[in-house]
C-alpha cells in the first residue's frame, strides 16, 4: 500500500524567508510524485509533479522540488516566499493510473 | 470553464436522508476520481472510473456509498441513510493519458445534522 507522510502541519515564516516541506513516501513501484496547493476558499491546484528524469523539478510560482529515490522523498522548496502562498499544501503519490494518496497538509502562513 | 465541475456546492441534510453530488470532468478525460476531505486531512480515495467502468473501490466505501458514470461521462455519488461521520468535502477529480496528473474540481460539502 502506498503512503505519503508530510512532516510539518503548520508553517509561519515571515516573506522573504526560505521554504522547506518535507514529505516522505512509502511505494513499492513506479512512482508519481506531486504537490498540490489549496489556496483559501479555494480547490486544489497542482503545484508541479515528477514522472521521470530530471528528479529537480520546477513547477509554478517559483516552487521547486527534489525526489531523492534514495530517501523516499520529495520536499518542497521555494527561495523567497510570498504572503500570497499563503495556504495548504499537500504532497502525494500514485502509482500509474491509480488513485491518488495525499499526506495530511501542511499549513503555511506567511507573514508580512 | 473547462475544468472540473462540481453540483451542489454545498449540501445540508439531516441523518438517515439519501443524498447525490454530481460531477462533471473536463470532457476529454476518461479518468474519474471521488476523493473525501475531512477537516485537517488530506483527501482520502473513494473510488476510480475509466470510462463507465468502476475499476476501484476504497474500503471507505460503505455499502451507503454507490458511484455510477452511465456514459463514461459525468459521475454521480450517492449515499443512502446519511451519518453525521459522512460530513466531508467530496471532492472528484479527473484525468487523461500516460500520466495521472489530476484536476480537481470546488468539491461539495456536505454537513449532515
Known amino acids: 500500500a502506498q503512503s505519503v507522510s508530510q512532516h510539518n502541519h503548520h508553517v509561519i515564516l515571515s516573506e522573504a524567508a526560505s521554504l522547506e516541506l518535507g514529505c516522505n513516501y512509502s511505494?513499492?513501484?513506479?512512482?508519481?510524485l506531486f504537490w498540490y496547493v489549496q489556496y483559501p476558499g479555494q480547490h486544489l491546484q497542482l503545484l508541479l509533479k515528477?514522472?521521470?528524469?530530471?528528479?529537480l523539478v520546477k513547477g509554478i510560482k517559483g516552487f521547486e522540488a527534489e525526489f531523492i529515490k534514495s530517501k523516499f522523498s520529495f520536499n518542497l522548496r521555494k527561495p523567497s516566499v510570498q504572503w500570497s502562498d499563503t495556504a495548504e499544501y499537500f504532497c502525494?503519490?500514485?502509482?500509474?493510473?491509480?488513485?491518488?494518496?495525499f499526506g495530511t497538509g501542511t499549513k503555511l502562513q506567511v507573514i508580512p | 470553464d473547462t475544468g472540473v465541475s462540481q453540483n451542489p456546492r454545498h449540501k445540508i441534510t439531516k441523518r438517515g436522508q439519501n443524498v447525490t453530488f454530481r460531477c462533471d470532468p473536463i470532457?476529454?478525460?476518461?479518468?474519474l476520481y471521488w476523493y473525501r476531505q475531512t477537516l485537517g486531512q488530506g483527501p482520502e480515495f473513494l473510488t476510480y472510473?475509466?470510462?463507465?467502468?468502476?475499476?476501484?473501490k476504497s474500503r471507505l466505501l460503505s455499502d451507503r456509498f454507490s458511484a455510477e458514470r452511465p456514459k463514461g461521462s459525468f459521475s454521480t455519488l450517492e449515499i443512502q441513510r446519511t451519518e453525521q461521520g459522512d460530513s466531508a468535502m467530496y471532492l472528484c477529480?479527473?484525468?487523461?493519458?500516460?500520466?495521472?496528473?489530476?484536476?480537481f474540481g470546488p468539491g461539495t460539502r456536505l454537513t449532515v445534522l
Open positions: 477529480a479527473s484525468s487523461s493519458g500516460a500520466a495521472n496528473e489530476q484536476f
Open positions: 470532457s476529454e478525460h476518461n479518468r
Open positions: 502525494a503519490v500514485a502509482g500509474g493510473y491509480q488513485k491518488v494518496t
Open positions: 472510473f475509466q470510462n463507465e467502468a468502476q475499476l476501484e
Open positions: 515528477y514522472f521521470s528524469g530530471d528528479p
Open positions: 511505494y513499492g513501484g513506479t512512482v508519481n
